[in-house]
């Protein structure tokens, strides 16, 4: 289904220091909620769904459209299409969690997650509520589902210590996806805690590791968007330019990144590093250490 495709690369790819009121007005929407409202089957949801994906893909970028999403969300559940609604619930919640209904929307991600058998994630997310809403009444449900009730932080922990525990087999993809899942489920749930941007930074480290590269950038994103003081934040715009560089050997995005990461870190322990990748772009390693040869030869 191209829907299902497109989902992840639109959602991921966008920038989303959204605040304004969406104040978005298309006349074909109410149209399309109308045919699907009426006769909700797999053709209206195709055609409703990429026209909100339209929407929020064009809106300009301090634009609103938690409403969109949340219509999304909707739409996918009235079609029992869980995997689509727990991306719409998730960028719902990442980039709006100050809605009043984001304690919700957490609490049907985590049944969907569980439902779709991605119950590491949903154990991650229910500790993480767990601990953001200590007094909730689904205290207790939520426990009982939980294999064991500890901090979400150590729970974590031992999923990244997962990742290489096999001697023999070395590094475990599924288990690095988990880990990446549940960094992402703690940030989204916790966005204000100490801790998260350095988990935002893991799970983008581990994606690289993955070669899940939009991934990749939307967590780099995450945090230089929603994190700009940090000190991880000018690290991930480096490592925008260094992956387009090195590993995708897209020299126009890499110059783009280095030259953003030069103009807003100039004194960054990065800054040489960078200056000297941006003057080197497209050229091979030969020519890289015979241009260094002839600047030593130079300074003689």
């Known amino acids: 289904m191209r829907t299902a495709a497109l989902l992840f690369f639109i959602l991921a790819s966008i920038s989303w220091s ?19 409202n009426s006769t ?9 769904v990429t026209k909100y994906l339209e929407i929020i893909q064009t809106a300009p970028k301090n634009t609103d459209v938690s409403e969109i999403l949340l219509k999304a969300s909707n739409a996918s559940e009235k079609m029992a299409k869980k995997d689509q609604q727990v991306i719409f619930l998730n960028n719902l919640v990442k980039n709006y969690p100050d809605r009043p209904d984001t304690r919700d929307n957490v609490y049907k991600m985590i049944n969907l997650l569980h439902a779709t058998d991605r119950h590491i994630t949903a ?21 009982s589902k939980l294999p064991k009730v500890v901090s979400p932080e150590d729970y974590i922990l031992d999923i990244g210590r997962s990742i290489f525990a096999d001697t023999a087999t070395g590094f475990n993809q599924r288990n690095a996806m988990n880990y990446v899942d549940a960094c992402e489920a703690y940030a989204m749930v916790m966005p204000k805690d100490p801790q998260t941007p350095e988990f935002i930074f893991k799970a983008a ?3 690289n590791t993955l070669r899940t590269f939009e991934k990749s ?13 940090h000190e991880r934040s000018p690290v991930a715009l480096f490592m925008k330019g260094f992956l387009f560089d090195g590993t995708l050997h897209d020299s126009i ?11 807003k870190y ?20 030969e020519e890289v250490l015979k241009d260094l040869m002839e600047k030593n030869n130079e300074k003689k």
Do not use: H, R
């Open 217 to 229: 950038f939307a967590l780099y994103d995450w945090l230089i968007e929603k994190y700009p003081n």
């Open 18 to 36: 959204c605040k304004q009121n969406s104040g978005i007005s298309d006349p074909l929407v109410a149209g399309l909620e109308n045919s699907f």
């Open 40 to 48: 909700p089957n797999e053709e209206n949801y195709e055609k409703l």
């Open 253 to 263: 995005n890499a110059a783009k990144y280095y030259q953003e990461f030069l103009n």
């Open 123 to 143: 154990d991650v997310l229910s500790l993480s509520y767990l601990k953001t809403y200590p007094g909730d009444a689904k205290t207790e449900e939520l426990k």
């Open 266 to 285: 100039p004194n960054n322990q990065f800054a040489k590093d960078a200056k000297m990748l941006l003057q080197n772009l497209g050229k091979s390693d």
């Open 205 to 207: 480290e581990t994606s």
